[in-house]
């Protein structure tokens, strides 16, 4: 029988493998394995490691739901502001009272 060959790179299997993965454990050639926080960790768990933590998952952003409440909230604001500066108007000063006039009735 031959002897057990060197551990091959697990994406280079004509490589020998330099070390392992010390989170999956499998063997890779140097330019597969990168140090990691001093562990040497392959391409696929390096991304993993490194992937929650370094790049956000998705940009903080509203529900839809949510979004068109909040439209629909500010839209009422504004109604509501207007209808409110509306009805304030007519009320506002002596607009009732006819100007005086100075004696000069027909
Ligand atoms: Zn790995
Ligand atoms: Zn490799």
Redesign the pocket.
């Known amino acids: 029988m031959t002897a057990p060959a060197a551990i091959a ?4 299997p004509q ?1 020998p ?2 070390g392992r993965c010390e989170r999956c454990g499998r063997g ?6 990168t140090p990691h926080a001093g562990r040497l960790a ?1 391409a696929a768990c390096l991304r993993e490691l490194a992937g929650p933590a370094a790049a956000p998952a998705r940009a903080p952003g509203l529900p839809s739901g949510l979004a068109a409440l909040l439209g629909l909230i500010l839209l009422w604001s504004v109604y509501a502001g207007l209808g409110w500066g509306l009805a304030r108007l007519p009320s506002d000063g002596h607009s009732d009272v006819p100007t005086p006039v100075h004696g000069s009735r027909p």
């Open positions: 790179c697990a994406l280079h490589r493998a330099a890779f050639c140097r330019e597969c394995l392959c």
